[in-house]
């Protein structure tokens, strides 16, 4: 479903160079759900990044679904983005001026439907996630755990074949981090969703099928 090949990714600025991926190679099957980890500003982020299409290697090749997204064109790569991979962060990124039921539906702008069609997908997402109940509620008036299942909604709304988590419970405490993870997990399970989860936490690390492990950009597993 993914693959990366020798990727390497250097960040230049005027005065310093960071490298931030040395050498990493990983090929993830459909319908795997893994977890990356390793200390604070060991790259995690930056090869969830270039996995979902966000930001380009230095080096290397990226491979989502077997097609190789180098020759792709900004538009081609944001089409498919859209219609694969759904992302989730820790920071929830809503719009907090638009209720739960509208945040959800943004993903389906992109695509040509009508709005009683985005409405009635983006209300089976809510349902998906539990949050029936709240869907014209403002981000501001919901619980953090609620605020990331508005996340996944978003995410989810689409049916992309990939989510790309970045510390999703990063800023829950456990119970609400475990409800985040029961949801990954039936999406993982039931939708044969690929899912690729960054996190700090041990134990939820250890419920997905593999744990990669990143020190100073590169793989030490
Ligand atoms: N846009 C950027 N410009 C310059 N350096 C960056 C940028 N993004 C990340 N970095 C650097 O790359 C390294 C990896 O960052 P990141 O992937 O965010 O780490 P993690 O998610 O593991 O904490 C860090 O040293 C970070 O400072
Ligand atoms: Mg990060």
């Given at each position: ?7 390497e ?37 930056t ?8 930001d ?11 097609e190789?997204?180098a ?12 219609a ?7 920071s929830?990124h ?102 690729v989860?960054?996190t ?22």
């Open positions: 479903m993914i693959r990366l090949s020798t990727i990714k250097v960040y230049r600025t005027a005065k310093i160079e960071t490298i931030a991926l040395k050498d990493v190679n990983l090929h993830i099957k459909r319908g795997e759900f893994l977890s990356i980890m390793g200390p604070s500003g060991c790259g995690k982020s090869m969830l990044n270039i996995m979902g299409l966000l380009q290697p230095s080096q290397g090749v990226v491979e989502i679904d077997s190789h997204v020759k792709f064109s900004d538009r081609k790569l944001a089409r498919l983005r859209n694969m991979i759904g992302f989730v962060f820790q929830y809503l719009i907090n001026d638009l209720s739960v039921v509208d945040n959800v539906e943004i993903p389906l702008l992109y695509r040509s439907m009508s709005g009683s069609s985005r409405r009635k997908l983006a209300l089976e997402a809510l349902d998906k996630v539990g949050l029936n109940a709240r869907t014209r509620h403002f981000p501001s008036q919901l619980s953090g755990g609620q605020r990331q299942r508005v996340a996944i909604a978003r995410a989810i709304v689409g049916s992309p074949q990939i989510i790309l988590a970045d510390e999703p419970t990063g800023n829950l405490d456990s119970v609400m981090g475990a409800e985040i993870m029961d949801i990954l997990n039936k999406l993982n399970q039931e939708e044969q969703t690929t899912i989860m960054v700090h936490d041990e134990i939820l690390a250890s419920q997905t099928q593999r744990i990669i492990r990143l020190f100073d950009g590169s793989q030490v597993n």
